[in-house]
């Protein structure tokens, strides 16, 4: 068992007292958690070694990882601060704003961060805070000036107000409120997945795509794996695909479009469909202007009972399942 802080009965009486005065927030329910999000290749890698590991530790190890950070805020972060485990206090945050994806290319951001199928790792939190290992922040450590804090008065001295502040600000509170939404809490090296307590995926389709990714690993985290119906964890103002209908006759999908026109298109669209009996891949591609205008597939010429269908936007990958038609296997 994790050794605990001499004054863990302090943090858990302050963070019941913070969850009640905020049950008037919009969002209550932000405050029982810790959040991590990351792409859903990583969320897979996560969960099938069940630990989570700092950046440096993923390079020390060697383990592959899809890089959504900024290369000139991990060049600006202090050198001691990317062997943390970074979780957020909230959902929602400004970085989420400039990495969720789908995007069109011209519309990434310059550095090149994209998170096209963002996955939250929900902790909690009190469990969390309570390690005796576990810093925390009052906004964002890759600024080099932001301190870490561990005991709990100063986690009664954190600026709340503003990091779990939710709609319009003016230019004079700004960049305050920007930072402070973005206090972390943060362990060495490696955080283990005894205190999670859910994974949530943006829709239907990019649950399916979890699913796949984590193969025979899935029986061990299906009953946590949800899609967010009621937390209001994402930005939700990019593309992505909402679900997807397979069958050995017809795959349909259907699109959450951006918000913003502009963002809907052009894509690059590469459909790849592999046939599970014979190994072989059958590949759409074309160039469609809006996201909307991913096509629904005729497959009935394939012939096939049992196949995997991976789906690109540019160089990203938006969507992956596999099908099979269990009634092909009952003879009479």
Not at 58 to 82: E, K, Y
Not at 248 to 264: C, G, K, M, P, S
């Amino acid at each position: 068992m994790t050794s605990q802080k001499r004054d863990a009965g302090e943090f858990r009486e302050h963070i019941g007292w913070l969850q009640n005065q905020y049950q008037s927030h919009p969002h209550p329910h932000w405050l029982q958690f810790l959040y991590h999000f990351t792409d859903v290749r990583n969320a897979a890698s996560i969960l099938s070694r069940s630990e989570l590991l700092s950046r440096r530790e993923l390079l020390r190890r060697g383990l592959p990882f899809v890089d959504a950070a900024h290369p000139g805020v991990i060049d600006h972060t202090p050198s001691n601060r990317q062997d943390l485990v970074r979780l957020y206090f909230r959902p929602q945050t400004p970085t989420l704003y400039l990495n969720e994806g789908i995007r069109p290319l011209s519309l990434r951001p310059a550095s090149g961060t994209h998170c096209p199928i963002p996955v939250f790792l929900l902790f909690d939190v009190a469990p969390i805070l309570c390690q005796v290992n576990c810093q925390f922040s009052s906004g964002n450590l890759g600024r080099g000036e932001t301190k870490l804090f561990s005991t709990a008065n100063e986690f009664r001295s954190l600026p709340f107000q503003d990091i779990y502040h939710v709609g319009a600000f003016s230019n004079a509170e700004k960049a305050r409120i920007i930072n402070h939404r973005h206090a972390e809490v943060v362990i060495p090296k490696a955080l283990s997945l005894e205190n999670l307590r859910r994974v949530m995926c943006r829709s239907a389709a990019e649950r399916d795509t979890l699913q796949h990714l984590l193969g025979s690993d899935w029986i061990k985290w299906r009953d946590i794996i949800r899609v967010d119906a009621d937390l209001n964890l994402f930005h939700r103002r990019w593309n992505y695909i909402e679900s997807a209908a397979l069958s050995t006759q017809l795959i349909h999908f259907r699109i959450h479009e951006a918000v913003d026109f502009d963002a809907r298109g052009p894509f690059e669209l590469r459909i790849e469909i592999n046939d599970a009996q014979t190994s072989q891949t059958s590949t759409v591609e074309q160039t469609i202007t809006r996201f909307l205008n991913i096509p629904s597939l005729d497959i009935s010429q394939l012939k096939t009972a049992e196949y995997t269908i991976t789906v690109y936007a540019d160089d990203s990958l938006i969507y992956s399942s596999s099908y099979h038609d269990f009634n092909s296997e009952i003879p009479f």
